[in-house]
């Protein structure tokens, strides 16, 4: 079955340390890609997202993800992590541009934690 | 704007109860959705509209209905809630994508226990 992938579920570190979460996706052909944050009691909010153009993508709060369509992947980084970044990520791709409604696919998720 | 508002924030049921989730958009956004929210599966799509009188299922839609009467409001409803339904639930909108994917907004969820 086609899917999102994120390959780690749970994520300790500590401040200054330096994040990448992983995401992959199974779909063929041309996706639009998505991370979003959910920090703790918090509705999902949007960190980036690529539609086309420039594969290094910045968003928010410092991260940035890139999208390598060669590998299907579009993984999310920070270089140094605060204690505020602790949140639950999610990958999401609409898989099919012909679903110009957007559906969106997500992955199960990483639980990242930030430790003074 | 308030952008995409649930009520309630909380909720128990017991088995067998019906309850209506209710999501309202200040937006004017086409496109509405449901999804479950469940550890270590993330979102899941339960069903979606992409305009007042319009709906259809996602991946999940077993145990729920949906209308969408308005462009602001989508409830859902569950007519016998079961066990398998405690979950974080959360709406969403986005405006219609025209060949350029928009981002969706999401409420803040609301979270079901069912006994």
């Known amino acids: 079955a086609q899917s999102v992938s994120q390959h780690n579920h749970h994520v300790i570190l500590s401040e200054a340390a330096s994040l990448e979460l992983g995401c992959n996706y199974s779909y063929g052909g041309t996706v639009n890609l998505f991370w979003y944050v959910q920090y703790p009691g918090q509705h999902l909010q949007l960190l980036l997202k690529?539609?086309?153009?420039?594969?290094l993508v910045k968003g928010i709060k410092g991260f940035e993800a890139e999208f390598i369509k060669s590998k299907f992947s579009f993984n999310l980084r920070k270089p140094s992590v605060q204690w505020s970044d602790t949140a639950e990520y999610f990958c999401?791709?609409?898989?099919?541009?012909?679903?110009?409604?957007?559906?969106?696919?997500f992955g199960a998720g990483t639980q990242v934690v930030v430790t003074p | 704007n308030a952008g995409v508002t649930q009520t309630p924030k909380f909720q128990v049921l017991k088995t067998g109860q019906s309850m209506t989730l209710q999501c309202a958009q200040d937006?004017?956004?086409?496109?509405m959705s449901w999804y479950r929210q469940d550890p270590g599966m993330g979102l899941r799509l339960i069903h979606y509209s992409v305009g007042a009188g319009i709906t259809d299922q996602g991946e999940v839609p077993n145990g729920y209905n949906v209308s969408r009467s308005t462009t602001e409001d989508f409830p859902l409803r569950l007519l016998s809630a079961a066990p398998s339904q405690t979950s974080v639930y959360f709406c969403?909108?986005?405006?219609?994508?025209?060949?350029?994917?928009?981002?969706?907004?999401f409420g803040p969820g609301t979270r079901l226990t069912v006994l």
């Open positions: 969403a909108s986005s405006k219609r994508a025209s060949g350029i994917r928009n981002e969706q907004f």
């Open positions: 937006m004017n956004h086409e496109y």
């Open positions: 690529y539609f086309s153009g420039d594969p």
């Open positions: 999401a791709v609409i898989p099919s541009l012909t679903d110009s409604w957007g559906k969106l696919q």
